[in-house]
């Protein structure tokens, strides 16, 4: 029988830092040392998403969570342009020992973005609820800080949410995304009647 003690775990620090987003066990904030997020397209999805990548100088914050009788077969597949990869004494979290994983694009099958690959705002709202209900402001602050690659689009889907786990914000949340790409001055794409426009969002620098 499976037990919180004995289960292997995952680190989110994406979509998955958001409880709403999935139902696995004893969901707890974490940090990983030595890492950073980053926008990334890969060969298996037209769009960016959110990766780990090495940084000894750096941390992710994140969420952990158990996954009974080490059934990772949903998460994995959750997670399929993405590997596996077994942490060790980088990951930080209140209790004892635990067998933790992180799922990053593997090395070699990612690359930074472009403007055809763009970042779902439905997907980005999603993070940043997550990271909202964590770790309260400075934590979606740290968010937009140190992720790299906000040079990726994003496509403003948010009336017909492309992204399959979306979720509804609210009025302070919407706030807090639209203003972290506002400061980054991030470029929107929106749809019309005629297609994608590029508009630019004005903030205060790069």
């Known amino acids: 029988m499976s037990t919180l003690a004995n289960d292997p775990h995952f680190f989110g620090y994406g979509s998955l830092v958001n409880r709403q987003t999935h139902s696995y066990d004893n969901p707890r904030a ?42 990772w077969a949903a998460l994995d597949e959750r997670e399929r342009a993405y590997a596996r990869v077994q942490l060790g004494s980088e ?61 990726a689009p994003i496509l403003n889907d948010r009336a017909d949410p ?14 807090l995304v639209d203003e972290g790409l506002s400061r980054l001055s991030a470029v929107v794409k929106e749809r019309d009647e005629t297609g994608l426009s590029l508009v630019r969002m004005r903030g205060t620098g790069a």
Request: glycine share 8%; charged share 20%.
């Open 91 to 151: 990951i930080r979290h209140e209790g004892g020992d635990l067998d933790v994983a992180i799922y990053a694009i593997a090395p070699g099958e990612h690359h930074a973005p472009t403007d055809d690959n763009p970042v779902l705002l439905s997907y980005l709202d999603v993070v940043v609820q997550g990271y909202f209900r964590e770790f309260g402001l400075d934590g979606v602050t740290h968010f937009f800080e140190t992720t790299e690659g906000w040079n």
């Open 30 to 71: 974490a940090r990983v040392t030595g890492w950073h997020r980053a926008w990334r397209r890969s060969p298996h999805r037209a769009l960016c998403y959110l990766t780990a990548v090495p940084d000894s100088a750096d941390y992710i914050e994140g969420l952990i969570a158990s996954v009974p009788d080490a059934d």
């Open 162 to 175: 492309i992204y399959p786990r979306a979720q509804v914000l609210s009025a302070e949340e919407t706030a």
